[in-house]
Nanobody, 126 residues
Framework: QVQLVESGGGLVQAGGSLRLSCAAS????????MGWFRQAPGKEREFVAA????????YYADSVKGRFTISRHNAKNTVYLQMNSLKPEDTAVYYC???????????????????WGQGTQVTVSS
């Protein structure tokens, strides 16, 4: 069992920044991939970014490339999402997720993840 606890959401103006954190507890494995997804009202959950615990390979949605950065602190079992140059269209509930596979094709879809956090609201005002 793995528990994921998210923090760092809030309200910011367009152009501002936020850093989201996701702390994992319970049984963790070196093969874990940590990802961030977001979901706006009436829309499907969409991939934002992901990182491998081992090696640190990263993946980003085209919509956030150059603005968001995912990183990890292995000793703390924590992953971060630094969000810069925020836009109103970034407004959504952001979810942290984890899986135990290294299948690249499954990294960017919700079905590829086994564990999910509770979500944290990010609101960007214009």
């Amino acid at each position: 069992q793995v528990q994921l606890v998210e923090s760092g959401g809030g309200l910011v103006q367009a152009g501002g920044s936020l850093r989201l954190s996701c702390a994992a507890s319970g049984r963790t494995f070196s093969s874990y991939t940590m990802g961030w997804f977001r979901q706006a009202p009436g829309k499907e959950r969409e991939f934002v970014a992901a990182i491998r615990w081992s090696g640190g390979s990263t993946y980003y949605a085209d919509s956030v490339k150059g603005r968001f950065t995912i990183s990890r602190h292995n000793a703390k079992n924590t992953v971060y999402l630094q969000m810069n140059s925020l836009k109103p269209e970034d407004t959504a509930v952001y979810y942290c997720a984890a899986n135990t596979h290294g299948i690249v094709v499954l990294t960017t879809i919700p079905a590829g993840y086994d564990y999910w956090g509770q979500g944290t609201q990010v609101t960007v005002s214009s």
